[in-house]
């Protein structure tokens, strides 16, 4: 039997398995959908030569083996048990959650309760702490605070591990966590064009440049080296591949220095809404 992670995030991993079936639902009701158009488009071919058949002899009773009716009825039928099944499965999905807002909310509850525990835990300096403590808010209400940057679908661990790279928690993360928290490569779409898989390439290379060089700019240079090594973990989270794809330029990078606790929104001298221009002529960081 496998072995369970200590960091085995249940929560996620149950959300992920329900996110699964419902694809694969999707999928299925597509493939039967195109089952069923090319039985319908048999049938309507075979309904349209009918006349002419019936002139040379009389039409049997009884559906002949390879009728496309049938065949079409059938996959009609599959296609709408498969369709039933996914609205069950989504339904339950959404009680599961009890909603994006408490499911974001419960989110930010667990990586708040861990965070706080860095702070407070064998805390020397009181005041140190307590200055702490409103950074750490100030970075909760920066990443929970952008309602289009979905946070909640990410592992609590991920997101901890991320935040506390900019807070300057990032040694005793390392100390008081199990051991660090494991993040699967994205893998590349199925069937993806070449051209596309080159576009996400210079994405992210010229959104790593910025992050880089804001780091450089902005950043507190005793946190730049523990910013820099979780931007390099961040970038290989599976929702990065969604975000470049799906998210402008600037945007992208915004969220991801937020995710690390380094907000640059007021700061970043980038046109943010255009994702082109910005792509295409990276900071040069040498």
Known sequence: MKEIPADFDVQAYGRGCALQQCEMLSRLAEIGMQLAEAAG?????????????EAAESRPEAAPAGDPGLAFTRYAHLVRQTLAQRARAVRALDV???GRDARRARHREQVETLIGRLVWSDAEDRGRAAALDLQVS?????????????????PVGSVVAGLVCGLGLADKWSRWAPHRVSRPRPGRPDGSPEEIRAERARRRAAVTAWIEQ???????????ADIRAGLAVRMQ????????DSESFGTAV?????SLG??????????LD?????????????
């Open 254 to 258: 915004v969220r991801l220095c937020r």
């Open 96 to 98: 599961r959650d009890g």
């Open 274 to 286: 255009d994702a082109d221009d910005a792509a295409g002529a990276p900071p040069d960081s040498s």
């Open 41 to 53: 488009a048999r049938a309507l071919a075979a309904q349209a030569a009918e006349p002419q058949a």
């Open 214 to 224: 804001a780091v450089d700019d902005l950043a507190d240079p005793a946190l730049a």
């Open 138 to 154: 100030q970075a909760f209400a920066d990443l929970y605070g952008d309602a289009e940057d979905p946070v909640e679908d990410r």
């Open 237 to 244: 989270e599976p929702d990065v591949e969604t975000l470049l």
């Open 262 to 271: 380094f907000d640059i929104e007021n700061d970043l001298d980038i046109p």
